[in-house]
């Protein structure tokens, strides 16, 4: 089992920067695809982004891409979100999630994929 809790969030211009944490507790952290997922209000949770367990292998949604880059450090057991040229639309809780399998690209977009959760933490970007 793997606990996940987001850390970072807050209110940020169009253009400025937020730097997400998701701290998992375990011994077993290194074995665990990551991956943040965002919900805005009203609307669906989205991927965002996606790390495999060496870190060796990332994947970003269209929105993002060259946005947003995703990164861990497995011997401090967490996963950043490092977020840049942040949008108004990028608005939206944003989870970190984690799962013990590794299988391609069309799993890791699904929800149902993954099998762990934080709570979430708030993201706004005003224009």
């Known amino acids: 089992q793997v606990r996940l809790v987001e850390s970072g969030g807050g209110l940020v211009q169009a253009g400025g920067s937020l730097r997400l944490s998701c701290a998992a507790s375990?011994?077993?952290?290194?074995?665990?695809?990551m991956a943040w997922f965002r919900q805005a209000s009203g609307k669906e949770r989205e991927f965002v982004t996606f790390?495999?367990?060496?870190?060796?292998?990332?994947y970003y949604a269209d929105s993002v891409k060259g946005r947003f880059t995703i990164s861990r450090d497995n011997a401090k057991n967490t996963v950043f979100l490092q977020m840049n040229s942040l949008k108004p639309e990028d608005t939206a809780v944003y989870y970190c999630?984690?799962?013990?399998?590794?299988?391609?690209?069309?799993?890791?977009?699904?929800?149902?994929?993954?099998?762990?959760w934080g709570q979430g933490t708030q993201v706004t970007v005003s224009s």
């Open positions: 375990g011994r077993t952290f290194s074995y665990y695809s």
């Open positions: 999630a984690a799962a013990k399998t590794e299988r391609s690209y069309r799993d890791y977009v699904q929800y149902d994929y993954w099998g762990h």
């Open positions: 790390i495999s367990w060496s870190g060796g292998r990332t």
